[in-house]
Protein backbone atom coordinates (compact mmCIF):
# COMPACT_ATOMS: atom_id res chain seq x y z
CA UNK A 1 0.00 0.00 0.00
CA UNK A 2 2.65 2.01 1.05
CA UNK A 3 4.70 1.58 -1.85
CA UNK A 4 1.55 2.05 -4.59
CA UNK A 5 0.92 5.84 -2.48
CA UNK A 6 4.33 6.67 -2.96
CA UNK A 7 4.32 5.40 -6.51
CA UNK A 8 0.65 7.03 -6.93
CA UNK A 9 2.28 10.60 -6.02
CA UNK A 10 5.56 10.33 -8.24
CA UNK A 11 3.07 9.80 -10.97
CA UNK A 12 0.94 13.10 -10.14
CA UNK A 13 4.28 15.06 -10.32
CA UNK A 14 5.02 14.10 -14.06
CA UNK A 15 1.15 13.83 -14.62
CA UNK A 16 -1.22 15.87 -12.23
CA UNK A 17 -4.67 14.42 -12.50
CA UNK A 18 -7.10 16.41 -14.29
CA UNK A 19 -10.39 18.01 -13.29
CA UNK A 20 -13.64 16.30 -15.06
CA UNK A 21 -15.45 19.31 -15.06
CA UNK A 22 -12.91 21.83 -17.24
CA UNK A 23 -9.90 19.42 -17.51
CA UNK A 24 -7.31 21.73 -15.63
CA UNK A 25 -4.99 20.31 -13.67
CA UNK A 26 -5.59 19.06 -9.77
CA UNK A 27 -3.18 19.47 -7.11
CA UNK A 28 -4.62 16.49 -5.13
CA UNK A 29 -6.09 13.68 -6.58
CA UNK A 30 -10.15 14.88 -6.03
CA UNK A 31 -12.30 14.62 -8.93
CA UNK A 32 -13.33 18.07 -9.68
CA UNK A 33 -11.84 21.69 -9.27
CA UNK A 34 -13.30 24.21 -6.79
CA UNK A 35 -14.33 26.54 -9.18
CA UNK A 36 -16.20 23.35 -10.99
CA UNK A 37 -17.54 21.81 -7.61
CA UNK A 38 -19.68 25.29 -6.84
CA UNK A 39 -21.32 24.78 -10.18
CA UNK A 40 -23.11 21.75 -9.08
CA UNK A 41 -26.60 22.12 -8.12
CA UNK A 42 -27.34 19.56 -5.69
CA UNK A 43 -31.17 18.54 -5.43
CA UNK A 44 -31.63 18.52 -1.33
CA UNK A 45 -34.49 19.63 0.98
CA UNK A 46 -36.70 21.54 0.33
CA UNK A 47 -37.64 19.38 -2.50
CA UNK A 48 -41.24 16.90 -3.06
CA UNK A 49 -41.24 13.76 -0.64
CA UNK A 50 -42.27 11.56 -3.53
CA UNK A 51 -40.39 12.73 -6.76
CA UNK A 52 -37.84 14.78 -5.63
CA UNK A 53 -38.50 17.83 -7.09
CA UNK A 54 -36.79 20.48 -5.75
CA UNK A 55 -38.46 23.59 -4.23
CA UNK A 56 -38.20 27.19 -4.24
CA UNK A 57 -39.37 27.61 -0.94
CA UNK A 58 -39.82 25.43 1.84
CA UNK A 59 -42.96 23.77 2.15
CA UNK A 60 -42.27 21.51 5.36
CA UNK A 61 -41.80 18.24 6.19
CA UNK A 62 -43.36 15.64 3.96
CA UNK A 63 -44.46 18.30 1.17
CA UNK A 64 -45.48 16.89 -1.98
CA UNK A 65 -45.12 18.58 -5.38
CA UNK A 66 -48.85 19.43 -7.10
CA UNK A 67 -47.50 16.60 -9.73
CA UNK A 68 -47.69 14.29 -6.41
CA UNK A 69 -50.73 15.47 -4.94
CA UNK A 70 -52.55 15.17 -8.40
CA UNK A 71 -51.05 12.64 -10.05
CA UNK A 72 -50.92 8.33 -9.38
CA UNK A 73 -47.39 7.94 -10.52
CA UNK A 74 -46.50 4.07 -10.74
CA UNK A 75 -43.03 4.49 -9.00
CA UNK A 76 -43.38 4.81 -5.07
CA UNK A 77 -40.11 7.18 -4.89
CA UNK A 78 -37.93 9.09 -6.91
CA UNK A 79 -34.57 10.66 -6.08
CA UNK A 80 -31.68 12.73 -8.30
CA UNK A 81 -28.37 14.10 -6.94
CA UNK A 82 -28.15 17.37 -9.19
CA UNK A 83 -30.54 19.60 -11.63
CA UNK A 84 -30.20 18.84 -15.27
CA UNK A 85 -28.15 21.60 -16.00
CA UNK A 86 -25.66 22.85 -18.69
CA UNK A 87 -22.40 21.76 -16.21
CA UNK A 88 -24.32 18.50 -15.24
CA UNK A 89 -25.47 17.49 -18.71
CA UNK A 90 -21.37 17.97 -18.78
CA UNK A 91 -20.15 15.60 -16.93
CA UNK A 92 -23.15 13.09 -18.24
CA UNK A 93 -22.39 13.54 -21.65
CA UNK A 94 -18.59 12.56 -20.74
CA UNK A 95 -19.49 9.44 -18.66
CA UNK A 96 -21.81 8.65 -21.60
CA UNK A 97 -20.35 9.35 -25.27
CA UNK A 98 -16.79 9.62 -24.12
CA UNK A 99 -15.53 6.53 -22.54
CA UNK A 100 -15.23 8.32 -19.37
CA UNK A 101 -16.16 5.47 -16.81
CA UNK A 102 -13.76 6.91 -14.63
CA UNK A 103 -16.66 9.86 -13.06
CA UNK A 104 -18.04 6.60 -11.98
CA UNK A 105 -16.78 7.04 -8.66
CA UNK A 106 -17.63 9.70 -8.26
CA UNK A 107 -21.16 9.44 -9.41
CA UNK A 108 -20.95 6.73 -6.76
CA UNK A 109 -20.12 8.72 -4.05
CA UNK A 110 -23.19 10.99 -4.70
CA UNK A 111 -25.17 8.06 -5.34
CA UNK A 112 -24.52 6.93 -1.58
CA UNK A 113 -26.33 9.16 0.03
CA UNK A 114 -29.23 9.44 -2.13
CA UNK A 115 -29.64 5.91 -1.72
CA UNK A 116 -30.34 5.75 1.56
CA UNK A 117 -34.05 7.09 1.34
CA UNK A 118 -35.24 3.38 -0.49
CA UNK A 119 -36.17 1.29 2.05
CA UNK A 120 -35.43 -2.35 1.58
CA UNK A 121 -34.55 -2.54 -1.80
CA UNK A 122 -34.14 -6.27 -3.52
CA UNK A 123 -33.06 -6.21 -6.88
CA UNK A 124 -31.13 -3.02 -8.93
CA UNK A 125 -31.76 -3.01 -12.49
CA UNK A 126 -30.76 -0.23 -15.18
CA UNK A 127 -33.47 1.68 -17.68
CA UNK A 128 -32.64 -0.72 -20.84
CA UNK A 129 -31.51 0.61 -24.36
CA UNK A 130 -32.46 -1.09 -27.57
CA UNK A 131 -30.06 -3.21 -28.51
CA UNK A 132 -29.57 -1.01 -31.61
CA UNK A 133 -28.31 2.23 -29.22
CA UNK A 134 -26.34 -0.22 -27.33
CA UNK A 135 -24.47 -1.64 -30.22
CA UNK A 136 -23.85 1.77 -31.24
CA UNK A 137 -21.99 3.08 -27.91
CA UNK A 138 -20.88 0.29 -26.52
CA UNK A 139 -22.56 0.30 -23.10
CA UNK A 140 -25.36 1.39 -21.22
CA UNK A 141 -23.85 4.13 -18.94
CA UNK A 142 -27.32 3.58 -16.59
CA UNK A 143 -26.33 -0.36 -16.13
CA UNK A 144 -22.92 0.77 -15.34
CA UNK A 145 -24.56 2.85 -12.64
CA UNK A 146 -27.19 0.30 -11.05
CA UNK A 147 -24.23 -2.35 -11.60
CA UNK A 148 -21.55 -0.76 -9.33
CA UNK A 149 -24.16 0.21 -7.05
CA UNK A 150 -25.87 -2.97 -6.40
CA UNK A 151 -22.17 -4.27 -5.28
CA UNK A 152 -22.11 -1.39 -2.94
CA UNK A 153 -25.43 -1.80 -1.07
CA UNK A 154 -24.89 -5.50 -1.28
CA UNK A 155 -28.49 -5.75 -3.51
CA UNK A 156 -28.73 -8.27 -6.91
CA UNK A 157 -27.75 -6.45 -10.13
CA UNK A 158 -31.01 -7.28 -12.72
CA UNK A 159 -30.13 -5.97 -16.25
CA UNK A 160 -31.94 -8.74 -18.16
CA UNK A 161 -35.50 -8.91 -16.97
CA UNK A 162 -36.76 -5.77 -18.25
CA UNK A 163 -36.36 -4.81 -22.18
CA UNK A 164 -36.30 -1.96 -24.58
CA UNK A 165 -38.35 -4.17 -27.64
CA UNK A 166 -38.58 -0.74 -29.44
CA UNK A 167 -35.89 2.12 -29.67
CA UNK A 168 -37.90 5.22 -29.21
CA UNK A 169 -37.08 8.46 -30.72
CA UNK A 170 -36.33 11.45 -28.64
CA UNK A 171 -39.60 12.34 -26.59
CA UNK A 172 -41.93 15.28 -28.25
CA UNK A 173 -45.62 16.02 -27.47
CA UNK A 174 -47.70 16.85 -24.24
CA UNK A 175 -47.92 14.08 -21.48
CA UNK A 176 -50.40 12.19 -22.38
CA UNK A 177 -48.64 11.96 -26.13
CA UNK A 178 -45.49 11.29 -24.36
CA UNK A 179 -46.98 8.64 -22.20
CA UNK A 180 -48.42 6.77 -25.79
CA UNK A 181 -45.33 6.93 -27.58
CA UNK A 182 -43.86 5.52 -24.44
CA UNK A 183 -46.64 2.59 -24.47
CA UNK A 184 -45.26 -0.87 -25.29
CA UNK A 185 -42.03 0.06 -25.51
CA UNK A 186 -40.81 -2.38 -22.71
CA UNK A 187 -41.37 -6.00 -21.72
CA UNK A 188 -40.42 -8.91 -19.12
CA UNK A 189 -39.61 -11.88 -20.37
CA UNK A 190 -42.10 -14.30 -19.00
CA UNK A 191 -39.09 -16.34 -16.86
CA UNK A 192 -38.51 -13.27 -15.36
CA UNK A 193 -41.76 -12.75 -14.06
CA UNK A 194 -41.72 -15.15 -11.08
CA UNK A 195 -38.37 -13.51 -10.10
CA UNK A 196 -38.96 -9.88 -9.77
CA UNK A 197 -43.12 -10.70 -7.97
CA UNK A 198 -43.13 -9.28 -4.29
CA UNK A 199 -39.72 -7.29 -5.25
CA UNK A 200 -38.56 -3.85 -4.40
CA UNK A 201 -36.84 -2.62 -7.29
CA UNK A 202 -34.73 -0.17 -7.79
CA UNK A 203 -34.09 1.44 -11.85
CA UNK A 204 -31.45 3.38 -12.13
CA UNK A 205 -31.33 6.02 -14.85
CA UNK A 206 -28.72 8.70 -15.91
CA UNK A 207 -30.82 11.67 -16.50
CA UNK A 208 -34.86 11.97 -16.27
CA UNK A 209 -36.31 14.78 -18.52
CA UNK A 210 -39.82 14.15 -18.55
CA UNK A 211 -40.17 11.51 -16.81
CA UNK A 212 -42.11 9.07 -19.64
CA UNK A 213 -39.47 6.14 -19.39
CA UNK A 214 -39.24 5.72 -15.88
CA UNK A 215 -43.22 5.55 -15.68
CA UNK A 216 -43.21 3.36 -18.47
CA UNK A 217 -40.55 1.04 -16.72
CA UNK A 218 -42.39 1.19 -13.71
CA UNK A 219 -45.95 0.56 -15.15
CA UNK A 220 -44.62 -2.81 -16.63
CA UNK A 221 -42.78 -3.80 -13.72
CA UNK A 222 -45.86 -3.16 -11.42
CA UNK A 223 -48.26 -4.75 -13.67
CA UNK A 224 -46.10 -8.02 -13.16
CA UNK A 225 -46.45 -7.44 -9.53
CA UNK A 226 -43.39 -5.93 -8.21
CA UNK A 227 -44.02 -4.85 -4.92
CA UNK A 228 -42.42 -1.16 -4.60
CA UNK A 229 -40.77 0.52 -7.79
CA UNK A 230 -38.03 3.15 -6.68
CA UNK A 231 -36.02 5.98 -9.07
CA UNK A 232 -32.47 7.35 -8.91
CA UNK A 233 -30.76 9.26 -11.71
CA UNK A 234 -27.88 11.39 -11.72
CA UNK A 235 -29.87 14.24 -12.88
CA UNK A 236 -33.27 15.32 -13.27
CA UNK A 237 -35.13 18.36 -15.30
CA UNK A 238 -36.41 20.21 -12.64
CA UNK A 239 -39.77 20.41 -13.60
CA UNK A 240 -42.93 18.85 -12.58
CA UNK A 241 -43.47 15.17 -14.09
ZN1 LIG B 1 -12.82 22.22 -12.96
ZN1 LIG C 1 -43.46 15.29 -6.56
Not at 17 to 34: D, F, I, R, S, V
Not at 205 to 227: R, S
Amino acid sequence: MIFQDIGNKILNIFLPPLCYGCQKPLLEAQKLCGECWVKLQFIRSPSCVTCGLAFDVDMGENAECLSCLDGDFPFDLMRSVLKYDEFSKKLIMRFKHNDRTELLPLFMDWFALYVKDFKNIDIVMPVPLHWKRLFKRKYNQSALLAQKLAKNINCSFDPFSLKRIHATQPQHGNKQERALNMKDVFSISSEAIKKLKGKNILLIDDVVTTGATIKACAEILKENDAQKVFVLSIARVNLPL
